[in-house]
């Protein structure tokens, strides 16, 4: 009999549609197994140290990780902080907001998700790293816009969805605030503007916009950066917006589009938020650099 593999699952219980995973165990471990693969169920708390413990001392083929964009990036930084090599990882998007499933072309059912692994291979994707150690897989952005992800009540979100953000967002209008951005791009272009948004992108989508930067790519070993400058007069903001959802960036002269390896953000002397895959970040100085080759995402 041929070696069975062996996966995990680690979900996030207070994620957006965690209750998909708990009502179709039954599903996705009959036909894992029907393909080889046994499976484990890991339910994620704030404390990840078990978590790493277990891929610590036990090997795993397989990482299923189930919630949205910052749950993953969490899981990952803890492996990644304590050297302890990925497992083949595949998706499950059960947060209010999967940019990076999204990116991936992963849709919004169990059965794509499941024949995700049984069916495809994994492949090589990029991920951010930031100051030599948290693991980004969609985005790190700061100024506006930016707290909204991890600033709506979780209730709301479970109730009303990518809705919640928007309605939330509306408030963020009447407060632009404008900031001294300073970029040094691979170690020597430096970049200075004054904007209110900058975004780091890994692929193509942010904030539940699709698309934003078109040709953008998640094995290339570039991050896409994207700064929105400052708007002088509010009425264009609605045409921005436009923009980026119809991937128009190049006619928009508030927005600014980049590409490096490696970038330094000086802190932002002003007061802005800054996310880190929809969680809360600080404004600190950071070096971010994209790694390519030790990641594989069933996609």
């Known amino acids: 009999m041929e070696k069975l593999k062996k996966a995990i699952l680690v979900y996030n219980p207070k994620s957006g549609n965690a209750n998909m995973i708990l009502s179709n165990f039954d599903l996705i471990t009959t036909k894992l197994l029907e393909k080889g693969i046994t499976l484990t169920l890991y339910s994620i708390n704030k404390d990840y140290d078990l978590f790493t413990e277990i891929l610590k001392n036990e090997k795993y083929d397989i990482l299923i990780l189930s919630g949205g964009d910052g749950t993953l990036s969490r899981c990952l930084s803890e492996l990644y902080s304590k050297n302890i090599e990925f497992p083949e990882v595949a998706i499950f998007p059960t947060g209010t907001s999967n940019d990076f499933a999204k990116a991936l072309k992963i849709e919004e059912n169990i059965e794509n998700w499941i024949e995700k692994i049984t ?15 948290t693991v980004f897989l969609s985005s790190y952005a700061g100024g506006l816009f930016t ?10 979100k479970k109730t009303f969805g990518k809705i919640a953000y928007y309605i939330n967002g509306l408030g963020e209008l009447t407060n632009i605030k404008t900031f001294d951005l300073d970029i040094v791009l691979d170690g020597n272009e430096t970049i200075k503007e004054k904007a209110i948004l900058y975004t780091i992108l890994n692929g193509k989508s942010v904030g539940g916009f699709e698309n934003v930067i078109d040709e953008a790519s998640m094995n290339d070993g570039f991050m896409d950066i994207l700064i929105v400058k400052n708007i002088d007069n509010p009425l264009d903001i609605p045409k921005i917006l436009i923009d980026l959802m ?54």
Request: charged share 35%.
């Open 119 to 133: 069916d495809k291979s994994a492949k090589n994707i990029d991920f951010g790293l930031i100051n030599g150690k």
């Open 147 to 156: 707290k909204i992800s991890y600033n709506t009540d979780k209730t709301l």
């Open 246 to 299: 119809n991937s128009n960036l190049t006619n928009n002269d508030y927005i600014r589009t980049l590409q490096a390896k490696k970038c330094k953000i000086k802190k932002v002397a002003e007061e802005i938020d800054v996310s880190i895959d929809g969680e809360e970040g600080e404004n600190i100085d950071v070096t971010i650099e994209f790694i390519s080759g030790k990641l594989k995402v069933f996609c």
